[in-house]
Nanobody
């Protein structure tokens, strides 16, 4: 069964931290480049951070130095993390994980991150 389940979101004050997790069930994810995406109200979904299966990472300019993506590879389920530090109100969004480039059928429910000023 192929499934992506995000967790770890919440309400935090500006300057605070959160750690998001994405449980990706399905052997196809073990070799895939994975990414964290986010969608703020009234805005398009954007790619925030990516990690290859070997651990190479890339970041959206606005989160560089504050966010860290990592992954824990297992045979049939991998976990992708997003450590978010020094959060800003503009980071408020629903955060999703997916492969890169994204595949529409894989979108999960996402996890809400709200940063208060």
């Amino acid at each position: 069964q192929i499934e992506l389940v995000e967790s770890g979101g919440g309400l935090v004050q500006a300057g605070g931290s959160l750690r998001l997790s994405c449980a990706a069930s399905g052997s196809i994810f073990s070799l895939a480049t994975m990414g964290w995406y986010r969608q703020a109200p009234g805005k398009q979904r954007e790619l925030v951070a990516t990690t290859t299966n070997s651990g190479r990472t890339k970041y959206l300019d606005s989160v560089k130095g504050r966010f860290t993506i990592s992954r824990d590879n297992a045979e049939n389920t991998i976990t992708v993390y997003l450590q978010m530090n020094s959060l800003k109100p503009e980071d408020t969004a629903i955060y999703y994980c997916n492969v890169v480039p994204m595949f529409a059928n894989y979108w999960g429910q996402g996890t809400q991150v709200t940063v208060s000023s």
